[in-house]
Nanobody, 119 residues
Framework: QVQLVESGGGLVQAGGSLRLSCAATGSIFSINTMAWYRQAPGKQRELVAVITSGGNTHYPDSMKGRFTISRDNAKNTVYLQMNGLKPEDTAVYYC?????????????WGQGTQVTVSS
């Protein structure tokens, strides 16, 4: 059983910063990619950032500049540093991870953490 638990969300004023964390626990042999997504009300879930086990990162063009993804492999944890937050960043932020548990790989999702940016 693998679980991903996000934390660090909350209410912040425009221009502020937040750091989200996502810890993977359970029967984990290895984790490949880890990623952050977000879903705003009435919109589709969208990719924010991806990081490989080796630390290579990818950001969609719309996310470059204000978001930084990082991870601590020893803690099976991925982070998302968000700076210069805007009201349009308001969303539920989800992490996922491609995890080797037992003899198979599987994509696991967290339950999400709410980020609200006030103007």
């Amino acid at each position: 059983q693998v679980q991903l638990v996000e934390s660090g969300g909350g209410l912040v004023q425009a221009g502020g910063s937040l750091r989200l964390s996502c810890a993977a626990t359970g029967s984990i042999f290895s984790i490949n990619t880890m990623a952050w997504y977000r879903q705003a009300p009435g919109k589709q879930r969208e990719l924010v950032a991806v990081i490989t086990s080796g630390g290579n990162t990818h950001y969609p063009d719309s996310m470059k500049g204000r978001f930084t993804i990082s991870r601590d492999n020893a803690k099976n944890t991925v982070y998302l540093q968000m700076n210069g937050l805007k009201p349009e960043d308001t969303a539920v932020y989800y992490c996922n991870a491609n995890v080797l548990s037992g003899s198979s790989w599987g994509l696991h999702w967290g339950q999400g953490t709410q980020v609200t940016v006030s103007s």
